[in-house]
């Protein structure tokens, strides 16, 4: 693995008004670091994805993989580690200034376009690392272990959007500040899906805090420990590295971030925390779909058209 790129300027906030106002405060850091995979090939969007990184695929005119960040920056996060794969250049390119592009936009006097266009590259500090092979989640956060250090951080999938009124990787970070164990979110799904995830089951401490005692990845139909899915955001101690480094090959014959956080659970203790939030599936067609939906209509000058569209589709679909 080799660090692509150094480190990218600034500081910023939330979505573009606040990250356009200087008088919008920065959450407190109880983590200064993320992760954010990034190198997976996309197949289930394919076409698209053959040229596209899956991550720059947009909800509404936002590439998803920006919401992903901007929800780490709104948690206090200094450092974005991208895991990145070939041919994903676009992605490093989103988060730097596009110089001609801003002076072009200037040029014709569309100043607030250029400007958002730079509150993108200043909105955090990115490293970007490249994941040579695609050897599954696990390795994909091993690959970080340099930039990381010897701290706890926070990972992000890119797939998974959590909606929310504190962003969703702040609150596994109370957890862990309180508890000083490794934490990771978690969400009731039905008991016909829960072979579709890793699964965790423990002892309820309330508030939404879950002691696990047992997390398995993708367990087969009807042999699932619980209905507690694992979702992507997770808050993990530095120890998380040399337990990876051993880990064998598991489910898919990949390493399995799952079956790290097994042996994690066992030698420095697991939690889990209900979180609290509307999350959408990104990495899903369907998911995909609801979650443009959603965001659009949290969008004054979108919402009237997309409902009144949305009311004509349901009045002529026939069942």
């Given at each position: 693995?080799?660090?692509?790129?150094?480190?990218?300027?600034?500081?910023?906030?939330?979505?573009f008004?606040?990250?356009?106002s200087?008088?919008?405060?920065?959450?407190?850091?109880?983590?200064?670091?993320?992760?954010?995979?990034a190198?997976?090939?996309?197949?289930?969007?394919?076409?698209?994805?053959?040229?596209?990184?899956?991550?720059?695929?947009?909800?509404?005119?936002?590439?998803?993989?920006?919401?992903?960040?901007?929800?780490?920056?709104?948690?206090?996060?200094?450092?974005?580690?991208?895991?990145?794969?070939?041919?994903?250049?676009?992605?490093?390119?989103?988060?730097?200034?596009?110089?001609?592009?801003?002076?072009?936009?200037?040029?014709?006097?569309?100043?607030?376009?250029?400007?958002?266009?730079?509150?993108i590259?200043?909105?955090?500090?990115?490293?970007?690392?490249?994941?040579?092979?695609?050897?599954?989640?696990?390795?994909?956060?091993?690959?970080?272990?340099?930039?990381?250090?010897?701290?706890?951080?926070?990972?992000?999938?890119?797939?998974?959007?959590?909606?929310?009124?504190?962003?969703?990787?702040?609150?596994?970070?109370?957890?862990?500040?309180?508890?000083?164990?490794?934490?990771?979110?978690?969400?009731?799904?039905?008991?016909?899906?829960?072979?579709?995830?890793?699964?965790?089951?423990?002892?309820?401490?309330?508030?939404g805090?879950?002691?696990?005692?047992?997390?398995?990845?993708?367990?087969?139909?009807?042999?699932?420990?619980?209905?507690?899915?694992?979702?992507?955001?997770?808050?993990?101690?530095?120890?998380?590295?040399?337990?990876?480094?051993?880990?064998?090959?598991?489910?898919?014959?990949?390493?399995?971030?799952?079956?790290?956080?097994?042996?994690?659970?066992?030698?420095?203790?697991?939690?889990?925390?209900?979180?609290?939030?509307?999350?959408?599936?990104?990495?899903?067609?369907?998911?995909?779909?609801k979650?443009?939906i959603?965001?659009?209509?949290?969008?004054?000058?979108?919402?009237?058209?997309?409902?009144?569209?949305?009311?004509?589709?349901?009045?002529?679909?026939?069942?």
């Amino acid at each position: 693995m080799a660090i692509l790129t150094s480190l990218m300027g600034g500081k910023g906030a939330n979505r573009f008004a606040a990250l356009m106002s200087a008088n919008t405060p920065k959450a407190e850091s109880l983590i200064r670091k993320c992760v954010i995979p990034a190198a997976g090939l996309g197949t289930r969007f394919l076409p698209a994805t053959k040229s596209v990184p899956k991550e720059m695929l947009p909800i509404v005119d936002t590439p998803t993989l920006q919401y992903i960040v901007e929800e780490a920056v709104s948690a206090g996060i200094e450092d974005v580690v991208l895991i990145n794969g070939r041919g994903k250049g676009a992605i490093e390119d989103h988060f730097d200034i596009g110089f001609e592009l801003e002076t072009t936009l200037r040029a014709r006097g569309k100043t607030a376009d250029a400007d958002k266009l730079r509150a993108i590259a200043e909105l955090v500090r990115v490293v970007s690392i490249r994941q040579k092979e695609p050897k599954g989640l696990g390795h994909a956060v091993l690959c970080a272990k340099s930039a990381i250090g010897d701290e706890p951080f926070g990972v992000l999938l890119g797939d998974d959007m959590i909606d929310a009124e504190e962003p969703g990787i702040r609150q596994l970070a109370r957890v862990f500040r309180k508890y000083n164990q490794a934490v990771i979110a978690l969400m009731e799904v039905p008991d016909d899906e829960t072979h579709m995830y890793g699964i965790a089951a423990g002892t309820d401490l309330g508030d939404g805090v879950i002691r696990i005692d047992r997390v398995v990845e993708k367990p087969k139909k009807g042999t699932a420990p619980s209905n507690l899915a694992v979702i992507g955001r997770y808050v993990l101690p530095p120890e998380i590295f040399p337990i990876l480094e051993k880990q064998t090959p598991g489910v898919g014959g990949e390493i399995q971030l799952t079956d790290g956080l097994a042996t994690l659970q066992q030698s420095h203790g697991l939690l889990g925390y209900k979180f609290k939030g509307q999350r959408y599936d990104a990495g899903d067609k369907v998911g995909y779909l609801k979650a443009n939906i959603a965001y659009a209509l949290k969008r004054p000058e979108l919402r009237g058209g997309l409902l009144e569209y949305m009311r004509e589709v349901v009045k002529t679909e026939k069942p």
